[in-house]
Each structure stands twice: as structure tokens, then as C-alpha cells.
């Protein structure tokens, strides 16, 4: 029988487009100088907007037929989209705040063909409903365990946890660097926002523009806002990291990995273990000072992979390995390293450019004598320095390696990412050889994955090491191209 979302989430829809209603209604409200016929319009809009509400809710079911999910809309054209059982990779649960106080959740169903979008999706169902979906959704592609009937055994999805993450953890946040722009975010938006209502509030473009000019004319305080920016990002960049990573769990049910994370918005993701084929453990520069390191499953069929994927948060680097080999499986054997040439490519690359950088200063500064060209020159000479260490550093995070049962490759400083991945799960190879490369003698030999970013990278090795590192991990594939003594 078809059934329908909550009625509750008609207190939930209005209000979410009451954002898309605000300038509507403030511009009705100022070009009718607040007279009461401009709050009759007004009062009018929001009324159209309550009543489109519960007609997008009246017109909209959900039922599963046989093998299949149906969903029908028929507001003013009618739309069925059935998905059967069998495509369905996913399903993830989210508790946005006024779900969460209603007793809702959202349901996202995904079957890995709609890149980063969710086939569909159930807006406004209870809690009880949305566990029992996904346990009928998912019951087609869970791996069957081995279990002993037991009669005390209570009825019920099995769990097991994995992981859950302590709270002291997520003092790692700002070291990963992805929320400490943070508060220049939300500069830029109240910028935003101040050009966009300039208008209604009575701003002129001339006043942006005369304010623009003040700023400029007081450098100090200019400088002042940018200093208090800055000394803000670990702070807001990690209270952002903390409430997106809250209380983070990793556990398996039923065959599927299951991550829950979230304080505002409680998200629940089911990545199918059976389509897991390996895992990629990312830290960066700063992370990798404090052995920190986060998780990201590579999985087949997974749409909007960087999200959905993510295991683990930062975590020491030990747990990290422990948590992989433990939910995914483990991998035994050493990284070898790739040839010298390789460590001079990655210092030129460092540290060149900023020597042309300061020959065409010290140019500059011969025939000007400007003081900029020696600050410029000064500058470049110590990102040259800098890029000693950190090319260095590049080359030592190269690395590749092949245990038997699954092959691994890094890559990467100020972002270094080691992917470990299944033998089963590549399907073919790619060698890539620029102008320069054939010059130094090494190559980039990638494996395609059907998973995760669709291919990962050995850079630089030498030509030998990348024709012997694929007859290594198939040489059924590699057999008939290569010549007698050759292996």
C-alpha cells in the first residue's frame, strides 16, 4: 500500500522556504512603504507557500513492489521513478535540527549511477520507518554471515562496533586544515549579503565604495581585521571540524560498514562491504607531525566518495592502520622506494620557479632600485629554502608496494595520501610518460580501479620498476607482451 511522508513535516517545509521567500516578501514590504495592503501580499505569499507545501506532501508517495522502491509525485505532472533492490549501494540517514526535534529523519537512497546525487530521497519519515526501510532496501546486497540460531539471539540486525571515536580526538581538527578558512567564509558572506540587501537597507553602491576607500586610507586596522581573521581560523576551524565530526562511530551491521558522526545534523552512512575494495589514509603536513592520519573507504558504485566514503576522522596514525586492518582488511608488506631521479625532479619543482622568481627580481631591482624588488627578492629566496625540505619530503612520501593480496601507492606532502587496494579490484594499467619524464627515464604507472577515484598513481619510478610492478600484481595480463627471460 503506498504510503506517504510524516504529516509533521508540514511544519518543517514552510519554514525551509521561508529563506527562498525573505527577499520576495521584503521587497513587496518596502515598495508598498509597509501599508497594510503590502502585509495583506505578504500574508498572501506566505499562505501560498503552506498550501504548496501540503500539496507537494499530498501528491508524493512511496511504496515497494516486489524487488523494487516506487516513487510516485504528481503535483502537475505525474512522475514514477521505480529502483530495484538489487542497484541500491546505500542508504544514509540524516537528523537535520527541526527533523531531530519532530522525531524525523531524512532517508537518501543511493545507487552509485548519479555521480554525487541521491537516486531519491524521503524527506520527512520517523525514525521506526526509516530503520525499517533500510533494512528491507538493504537486505538484497548485505553479505551473509555466519551465524548459529540461538533462541536467546533477539530478532533484529546484528552490530558490531568498530570504532567509536573519543571526544579529545577532535582537538586534531585544525590540523587537517579543511575548516581554517572558516571564518573568512563567513566574512566573505556577510559581504555578500551586505551587497546583495545593500538596497533595502539603503546602501548604495557609493557607500560600498566609500567604505571601500576608508579601509584603504586605514591600513592598520585593514591589517588589525585580517590578523583577528587568522588568529580565529584553528579556533572556528575547529569548532566546524567538531560539530561535522561529533560523536563519530564506525561500526558493522549486517554486512555494511556503518560511519555516524554529527551534533546538529546527525548523519548515518551504510557503505556495502562486499563492494569495498581498499581504503586510502590522507594526512597532512601538520598532521603528520602529530602521526595523525584520517580513513576514506574506496568503494565501487559510491557516489560523492570524499563524503560518503570517509571511515574515519583524524585519529592517531597506529588506530588509523588497526581500524583498516580490522574492518577492511590488512596489508603486509613495505613501501619500495622510487629511484634518485626522482628526488631531483621533486626538488626542481620546489625550488626553481622561485629562482626565476628572484632572478627577475634582482633584474627589477637593477633597473628600478624599488624597494618592492627586494622585498620581492627576499621572499622569493626563502620559499626557495623552503622548498628544499619540502621537496625532500615529497620524495620520501613516495612509495609503492604489493603484499599478494593487495597493492599499495603514495604520493604527496603537503596533502600525503597512501591508497591500498585490492588485487581483484584493478582492471587495467596506464602508463603515462611526459617529455621530461622519458628524458630522466621514469614514468607514472597508474592501475585502474573501478572504485574510489577510478585510478591511483606510482609516480616517477623507474621504467623497469613500472613494467615489472604490473607483471608483479597480473602477470596473466602482462604474460603475452613480454619477451622470454622477462618477468
Same mark, same amino acid.
Given at each position: 500500500?503506498?504510503?506517504?511522508?510524516?504529516?509533521?513535516?508540514?511544519?518543517?517545509?514552510?519554514?525551509?522556504?521561508?529563506?527562498?521567500?525573505?527577499?520576495?516578501?521584503?521587497?513587496?514590504?518596502?515598495?508598498?512603504?509597509?501599508?497594510?495592503?503590502?502585509?495583506?501580499?505578504?500574508?498572501?505569499?506566505?499562505?501560498?507557500?503552506?498550501?504548496?507545501?501540503?500539496?507537494?506532501?499530498?501528491?508524493?508517495?512511496?511504496?515497494?513492489?516486489?524487488?523494487?522502491?516506487?516513487?510516485?509525485?504528481?503535483?502537475?505532472?505525474?512522475?514514477?521513478?521505480?529502483?530495484?533492490?538489487?542497484?541500491?549501494?546505500?542508504?544514509?540517514?540524516?537528523?537535520?535540527?527541526?527533523?531531530?526535534?519532530?522525531?524525523?529523519?531524512?532517508?537518501?537512497?543511493?545507487?552509485?549511477?548519479?555521480?554525487?546525487?541521491?537516486?531519491?530521497?524521503?524527506?520527512?519519515?520517523? $525514525? &521506526? &520507518?526509516?530503520?525499517?526501510?533500510?533494512?528491507?532496501?538493504?537486505?538484497?546486497?548485505?553479505?551473509? &554471515?555466519?551465524?548459529?540460531?540461538?533462541?536467546?539471539?533477539? %530478532?533484529?540486525?546484528?552490530?558490531?562496533?568498530?570504532?567509536?571515536?573519543?571526544?579529545?580526538?577532535?582537538?586534531?581538527?585544525?590540523?587537517?586544515?579543511?575548516?581554517?578558512?572558516?571564518?573568512?567564509?563567513?566574512?566573505?558572506?556577510?559581504?555578500?549579503?551586505?551587497?546583495?540587501?545593500?538596497?533595502?537597507?539603503?546602501?548604495?553602491? /557609493?557607500?560600498?565604495?566609500?567604505?571601500?576607500?576608508?579601509?584603504?586610507?586605514?591600513?592598520?586596522?585593514?591589517?588589525?581585521?585580517?590578523?583577528?581573521?587568522?588568529?580565529?581560523?584553528?579556533?572556528?576551524?575547529?569548532?566546524?571540524?567538531?560539530?561535522?565530526?561529533?560523536?563519530?562511530?564506525?561500526?558493522?551491521?549486517?554486512?555494511?560498514?556503518?560511519? &555516524?558522526?554529527?551534533?546538529?545534523?546527525?548523519?548515518?552512512?551504510?557503505?556495502?562491504?562486499?563492494?569495498?575494495?581498499?581504503?586510502?589514509?590522507?594526512?597532512?603536513?601538520?598532521?603528520?607531525?602529530?602521526?595523525?592520519?584520517?580513513?576514506?573507504?574506496?568503494?565501487?558504485? =559510491?557516489?560523492?566518495?570524499?563524503?560518503?566514503?570517509?571511515?574515519?576522522?583524524?585519529?592517531?596514525?597506529?588506530? %588509523?592502520?588497526?581500524?583498516?586492518?580490522?574492518?577492511?582488511?590488512?596489508?603486509? %608488506?613495505?613501501?619500495?622506494?622510487?629511484?634518485?631521479?626522482?628526488?631531483?625532479?621533486?626538488?626542481?619543482?620546489?625550488?626553481?620557479?622561485?629562482?626565476?622568481?628572484?632572478?627577475?627580481?634582482?633584474?627589477?631591482?637593477?633597473?628600478?632600485?624599488?624597494?618592492?624588488?627586494?622585498?620581492?627578492?627576499?621572499?622569493?629566496? =626563502?620559499?626557495?629554502?623552503?622548498?628544499?625540505?619540502?621537496?625532500?619530503?615529497?620524495?620520501?612520501? $613516495?612509495?609503492?608496494?604489493?603484499?599478494?593480496?593487495?597493492?599499495?601507492?603514495?604520493?604527496?606532502?603537503?596533502?600525503?595520501?597512501?591508497?591500498?587496494?585490492?588485487?581483484?579490484?584493478?582492471?587495467?594499467?596506464?602508463?603515462?610518460?611526459?617529455?621530461?619524464?622519458?628524458?630522466?627515464?621514469?614514468?607514472?604507472?597508474?592501475?585502474?580501479?573501478?572504485?574510489?577515484?577510478?585510478?591511483?598513481?606510482?609516480? /616517477?619510478?623507474?621504467?623497469?620498476?613500472?613494467?615489472?610492478?604490473?607483471?608483479?600484481?597480473?602477470?596473466?595480463?602482462?604474460?603475452?607482451?613480454?619477451?622470454?627471460?622477462?618477468?
Amino acid at each position: 500500500m503506498p504510503q506517504r511522508l510524516s504529516p509533521k513535516v508540514l511544519l518543517i517545509d514552510p519554514v525551509r522556504m521561508l529563506p527562498s521567500l525573505l527577499l520576495p516578501l521584503a521587497g513587496v514590504l518596502f515598495v508598498g512603504d509597509f501599508s497594510p495592503r503590502s502585509y495583506a501580499y505578504a500574508a498572501v505569499g506566505v499562505f501560498a507557500a503552506v498550501v504548496f507545501a501540503i500539496i507537494r506532501w499530498a501528491t508524493f508517495t512511496y511504496v515497494i513492489v516486489g524487488d523494487s522502491l516506487e516513487t510516485r509525485r504528481s503535483l502537475i505532472s505525474r512522475s514514477v521513478r521505480t529502483i530495484p533492490l538489487e542497484r541500491i549501494r546505500g542508504v544514509d540517514l540524516s537528523t537535520p535540527p527541526m527533523h531531530r526535534l519532530l522525531g524525523l529523519t531524512v532517508l537518501k537512497i543511493d545507487t552509485g549511477a548519479g555521480g554525487g546525487e541521491e537516486e531519491a530521497k524521503l524527506a520527512g519519515i520517523s $525514525l &521506526e &520507518e526509516a530503520e525499517r526501510l533500510k533494512s528491507v532496501l538493504l537486505r538484497r546486497t548485505a553479505e551473509p &554471515e555466519p551465524h548459529v540460531p540461538d533462541a536467546a539471539t533477539p %530478532a533484529g540486525p546484528r552490530e558490531r562496533p568498530i570504532m567509536s571515536v573519543p571526544r579529545k580526538w577532535l582537538l586534531y581538527g585544525p590540523l587537517s586544515g579543511a575548516y581554517l578558512l572558516t571564518p573568512f567564509a563567513f566574512a566573505g558572506g556577510a559581504v555578500g549579503l551586505a551587497f546583495q540587501w545593500g538596497d533595502d537597507l539603503g546602501l548604495s553602491q /557609493d557607500d560600498a565604495l566609500s567604505a571601500g576607500e576608508w579601509l584603504w586610507e586605514h591600513p592598520y586596522l585593514l591589517l588589525g581585521v585580517a590578523a583577528l581573521l587568522v588568529l580565529a581560523m584553528p579556533i572556528a576551524g575547529g569548532l566546524m571540524y567538531a560539530i561535522f565530526n561529533w560523536n563519530f562511530v564506525l561500526k558493522r551491521r549486517d554486512g555494511y560498514l556503518v560511519a &555516524e558522526r554529527g551534533l546538529i545534523n546527525r548523519r548515518s552512512v551504510s557503505l556495502e562491504s562486499q563492494r569495498v575494495r581498499g581504503y586510502e589514509i590522507v594526512d597532512g603536513l601538520a598532521e603528520r607531525w602529530a602521526k595523525v592520519a584520517r580513513v576514506w573507504a574506496i568503494v565501487t558504485g =559510491l557516489g560523492d566518495s570524499e563524503t560518503r566514503g570517509q571511515l574515519l576522522p583524524g585519529v592517531p596514525r597506529e588506530i %588509523a592502520f588497526q581500524v583498516t586492518r580490522d574492518a577492511i582488511g590488512p596489508y603486509g %608488506a613495505a613501501l619500495r622506494p622510487h629511484p634518485p631521479v626522482a628526488r631531483q625532479r621533486r626538488l626542481f619543482r620546489a625550488i626553481f620557479p622561485w629562482l626565476v622568481l628572484a632572478a627577475a627580481s634582482v633584474l627589477g631591482l637593477w633597473v628600478t632600485g624599488s624597494v618592492f624588488w627586494w622585498v620581492l627578492l627576499v621572499l622569493a629566496l =626563502l620559499l626557495a629554502a623552503v622548498g628544499v625540505p619540502l621537496g625532500l619530503d615529497r620524495y620520501a612520501s $613516495l612509495g609503492h608496494g604489493y603484499d599478494g593480496a593487495r597493492l599499495a601507492v603514495r604520493s604527496g606532502s603537503l596533502r600525503r595520501a597512501q591508497a591500498v587496494v585490492e588485487r581483484r579490484a584493478v582492471v587495467g594499467w596506464r602508463l603515462r610518460q611526459t617529455w621530461f619524464q622519458r628524458r630522466a627515464g621514469v614514468l607514472t604507472l597508474i592501475a585502474g580501479v573501478g572504485a574510489g577515484q577510478g585510478g591511483y598513481s606510482a609516480i /616517477d619510478v623507474s621504467e623497469a620498476q613500472g613494467v615489472d610492478f604490473a607483471a608483479e600484481v597480473t602477470p596473466e595480463w602482462l604474460a603475452p607482451f613480454l619477451e622470454p627471460g622477462e618477468s
